[in-house]
């Protein structure tokens, strides 16, 4: 299924084109979402509100930034879009969901996660999604220190820290105007 994903996506600049061989062959090489290689995959997608243009960003405090939602495959997941649903409706209490607007890969980048504990530092090949709500207010946070915002596109682009989610943004500002 992500190798399948992978192939019929089609990369937008020559860094991500690069990002994206490196995770079709991870795909290829046996378990594609195994923590214990340097690199694995990650599913992971932006929450929008498309009524309001608004979008749904995370604070991840291991990575000390304003990220989207997603992570890793529990034990039997294989599905990416299925992944970054569940990981959607934890990290946010949103029940209802979507692919938006449709179910389509939106990007594929390459991200160095900083070392913790007894986890080295790695990276994720991260393929990502865009998930729609029509209840924002719905919003909780599943923990404390996981704080969640809704922000304009230009908002959520001046928060962020990471360049790629700035590109991804864009990709979905994009979508807002289509």
Do not use: C
Not at 23 to 30: E, M, T
Request: proline share 8%; charged share 30%; glycine share 6%.
């Amino acid at each position: 299924m992500l190798e399948a994903l992978l192939g019929d996506y089609r990369p937008r600049t020559p860094a991500e084109a690069a990002d994206l061989a490196r995770a079709v062959s991870v795909a290829r090489g046996g378990d594609p979402w195994t923590r214990r290689s340097d690199l694995h995959v990650t599913a992971s997608g932006l929450v929008v509100h498309p009524p309001s243009q608004r979008v749904l960003l995370r604070w991840h405090a291991r990575q000390q930034a304003w990220l989207q939602v997603g992570g890793h495959a529990d034990p039997g997941e294989t599905d990416p879009l299925q992944i970054v649903l569940r990981e959607g409706r934890e990290e946010t209490g949103l029940t209802d969901l979507r692919p938006w607007p449709d179910a389509s890969l939106r990007h594929v980048v390459v991200v160095p996660v900083t070392a913790r504990g007894d986890e080295p530092a790695h990276e994720h090949a991260d393929v990502r999604f865009v998930l729609a709500t029509g209840t924002p207010d719905d919003v909780r946070p599943e923990k404390p220190d996981a704080e969640l915002r809704w922000l304009t596109v230009a908002e959520a682009r001046e928060l962020t820290t990471e360049d790629n989610l700035r590109e991804f943004l864009s990709r979905v500002g994009d979508l807002f105007e289509n």
